[in-house]
């Protein structure tokens, strides 16, 4: 079976990004991404149909990958 995934909601504000996407395969389920812009910190949560929460990962970017995307930015 082929997986589908529909957007749900993307939201920015204050330099954290969430974005939620609902992915239908042989399971349905959303994943929650979230980045902040400010401190490098990054997650990727899932959650089964019923909205409990199933696993997720998360870390933080190396401040000098940070310091590259700021430079990229101001270059708009």
């Known amino acids: ?3 589908r995934r529909q ?3 993307k939201k920015e504000k204050d330099g954290i990004i969430r974005i939620v996407t609902e992915v239908k395969g042989v399971k349905t389920y959303r994943v929650q991404e979230y980045f ?3 401190t490098g910190h990054f997650g990727i949560d ?3 149909e019923e909205g409990n929460w199933e696993g997720g ?3 933080y970017i190396p401040e000098i990958v940070m310091s590259m995307l700021n430079n990229m930015d101001k270059k708009k």
């Open 1 to 3: 079976m082929k997986e």
């Open 7 to 9: 957007l749900i909601k």
């Open 36 to 38: 902040d812009k400010n």
């Open 46 to 48: 899932t959650f089964d």
């Open 57 to 59: 990962v998360g870390g």
